[in-house]
């Protein structure tokens, strides 16, 4: 029930067009900013030798998954598709952070595939439904899909299905791991706003 909670509540914390994104960002106070956006926490996480009081939670949670599963990131080469500051960004920092070697692929890179083809571990957070083929892909590469992109679909009920932005049908060929979309990088999301939330109260009594 929580989680449900959780998942409706940052489905709708999206601002109407006419409000000025920074300004309320500015306003968060940096102790209580549990989605890791604060330009404070952003500075934090791109310093070498300083830590964020939040990181932001998909970039978070990627990483997570990665440790999880046992994957080495020191040294492997990453591309991140996608230069969002919620994820792409972030994303792309925290790899640097675990020592891999970062390219960030976006709407003006020339020659995309082939520098995807050279990454030992991609994370795409492009939000365009089945971007990446098969033939983008390093063979034993491991996939993060940040995406979730809806596509007609005439045999859903809804009329449309969920994808990523990784073709996973091509991708499971090829891949040594991939994360499904959906079920995938949703659930480890809200499972870092939880854990940045329990971090602020810890802070806040004083726990350890």
Not at 45 to 57: D, K, Q, S, T, W
Not at 105 to 111: A, D, G, I, M, Q
Not at 114 to 143: F, L, Y
Not at 181 to 198: D, E, F, K, Q, R
Request: contains cysteine.
């Amino acid at each position: 029930m929580i989680l449900q909670f959780m998942a409706s509540l940052c489905s709708c914390l999206c601002l109407v067009y006419h409000i000025d994104e920074q300004s309320i960002l500015n306003a968060v106070s940096m102790e209580k900013d549990v989605d890791g956006f604060h330009p404070l926490n952003i500075g934090r996480l791109a310093m070498r030798g300083r830590e964020p009081l939040f990181i932001p939670c998909t970039p978070k949670g990627c990483i997570e998954l990665l440790h999880r599963y046992g994957f080495d990131i020191k040294g492997k080469r990453a591309v991140v598709i996608g230069r969002s500051n919620i994820v792409g960004m972030p994303a792309a920092l925290l790899l640097q952070r675990e020592d891999a070697t970062v390219s960030i692929v976006h709407s003006r890179t020339k020659n995309p595939e082939e520098i995807t083809r050279q990454a030992d571990i991609i994370i795409s957070a492009v939000g365009q439904p089945n971007m990446v083929r098969g033939s983008w892909i390093k063979p034993g590469a491991v996939i993060i899909d940040v995406g979730i992109n809806p596509v007609e679909d005439a045999k859903s009920p809804r009329g449309y299905r969920l994808v990523g932005d990784v073709c996973y049908e091509e991708a499971c060929e090829v891949a040594s791991a991939i994360t499904p979309v959906p079920g995938g990088v949703g659930p480890m999301t809200i499972a870092m706003l939880l854990s940045n939330t329990l971090t602020s109260a810890k802070r806040v009594h004083n726990f350890q």
